[in-house]
């Protein structure tokens, strides 16, 4: 491309921006304040995500005034190649002098591009964007290593969530009925519409617009997938099915593929798009673990609702999926590494298992205790017994109290305030 062709673009995507900026409202995101301090201090910043988190705006707004911003998922920039990337800085550096921040907005749509950006990192501050877990996983993890940072973005939490509906959480608002009565009210809601930005702002027809473009864009077109209809089959089944076991033979019997090396790829496209999350059963034996039966979890509670093939999804499997994003989210934003794992075995279930700093923290999920406080308090303590560990937890949707039995104290939390002040770590 010529230089004058990439200035109109760089000069209306910076004018869309800064109109939408002006134009919405915008939440902070929870990992921003930090995102702003490591990309203030150079390198490389990585935030992935799944397409629609708001991986832009946040982007956007850590980034400082004298900036270079250019997102490739621009059709004006389908002809851009690699051999351009000296072009673009030359462009931006005549439009606006030399930027001391540069972001490129999902990256990986143009080839070639990750020796580019190890070279900026010698002497820029940069973010780079993407919608794929890939981006990290070729070339560039080879450049970096030790040279770079990533974030994996989620779709608001609760918390971000209440911000957006202008509600604030007042020191001391626990103690007050009125506000907690309020917040409870705000979790059913939700609890129904997730937490894409675009589904907070203008409904929940906007989730099956992501879906499709996740589906069709970031997978079939990005992988060339030969069974479409059976990809499209097989991810709406583990959207409407997380929370349960499943193996890759019986799900290619279900969609009608027989080879399990085909169908362990399409569910690898759907967790590398951020779609949809793997858990495996825990064990402390590596082989058992890749040979044990799989569960997922979809990436938003909306989300998962809308593709639900039942007309009402059980509250409890709704509960679980927001306690486990919420874990997940809350290692990403800390920047910590953990890992969460189910537990199954002859005399029962923990849904999960958190491990995290060389600890392990059993987790059960269930919608209320009333006539189940033996069996799911007698599972934690159990598992956490054989784990060697003192604690458990249990979120119901309005349970509270302690147990301590056996030596394991069991924390009863519900859900509004697991989401809001509880802290698991």
């Known amino acids: 491309m010529r230089v004058e062709e990439i200035k109109r673009v760089l000069v209306s995507q910076r004018e869309e921006m800064e109109e939408f900026v002006r134009r919405e409202r ?4 929870e990992p921003e304040n930090d995102v702003v301090s490591l990309i203030s201090s150079g390198g490389i910043l990585a935030i992935l995500g799944v397409r629609r988190s708001g991986k832009s705006v946040l982007s956007w707004r850590a980034s400082g005034e004298k900036k270079l911003y250019v997102n490739f998922f621009d059709e004006r920039l389908s002809n851009f190649k690699a051999s351009d990337f000296e072009r673009l800085l030359n462009a931006a550096r005549q439009l606006w002098g030399e930027p001391e921040f540069i972001v490129l907005d999902e990256v990986q749509e143009i080839t070639g591009w990750e020796r580019f950006v190890s070279r900026l990192g010698l002497n820029y501050k940069v973010i780079v964007t993407g919608s794929s877990s890939r981006l990290l996983s070729g070339e560039l993890g080879t450049y970096l290593t030790g040279r770079h940072i990533d974030l994996t973005l989620f779709p608001f939490s609760f918390r971000e969530f209440l911000l957006f509906r202008g509600f604030n959480l007042d020191l001391g608002w626990t103690y007050s009925d009125r506000m907690v009565s309020r917040v409870i009210s705000l979790l059913e809601e939700y609890l129904e519409a997730g937490g894409f930005p675009e589904s907070v702002r203008f409904g929940k027809v906007y989730l099956s617009l992501i879906y499709r473009d996740i589906v069709e864009r970031d997978i079939m077109l990005r992988h060339s997938v030969r069974h479409r209809s059976a990809l499209r089959e097989l991810a709406r089944y583990l959207m409407s099915n997380y929370s349960n076991e499943f193996t890759y033979s ?5 969609v009608g593929i027989r080879d399990v090396h085909t169908v362990r790829d399409y569910v690898s496209y759907l967790e590398e798009a951020y779609l949809l999350f793997q858990v495996r059963r825990f064990s402390f034996k590596p082989k058992a673990q890749l040979n044990s039966p ?6 938003d509670v909306g989300l998962a609702r809308t593709l639900s093939m039942k007309a009402h999804p059980e509250r409890g499997r709704i509960i679980e999926l927001a306690v486990y994003l919420e874990l997940m989210r809350r290692m990403s934003y800390s920047f910590t590494s953990g890992e969460i794992f189910y537990w199954r075995d002859e005399r029962g279930e923990v849904d999960f298992i958190l491990k995290r700093n060389g600890e392990l923290l059993p987790i059960q999920v269930t919608y209320q205790l009333d006539g189940n406080t033996d069996r799911e308090v007698g599972n934690i ?4 017994k054989s784990l060697g560990m003192r604690r458990g937890l249990v979120v119901t949707w309005e349970d509270e109290e302690e147990i301590t039995r056996e030596g394991v104290k069991i924390d009863v939390v519900p859900l509004w305030k697991f989401l809001t002040v509880f802290n698991p770590f």
Do not use: F, M, N
């Open 26 to 29: 915008i939440v902070s995101r």
């Open 250 to 254: 019986r799900l290619g019997s279900l």
């Open 294 to 299: 799989r569960k997922v979890y979809p990436v």
């Open 381 to 384: 303590i159990r598992v956490a």
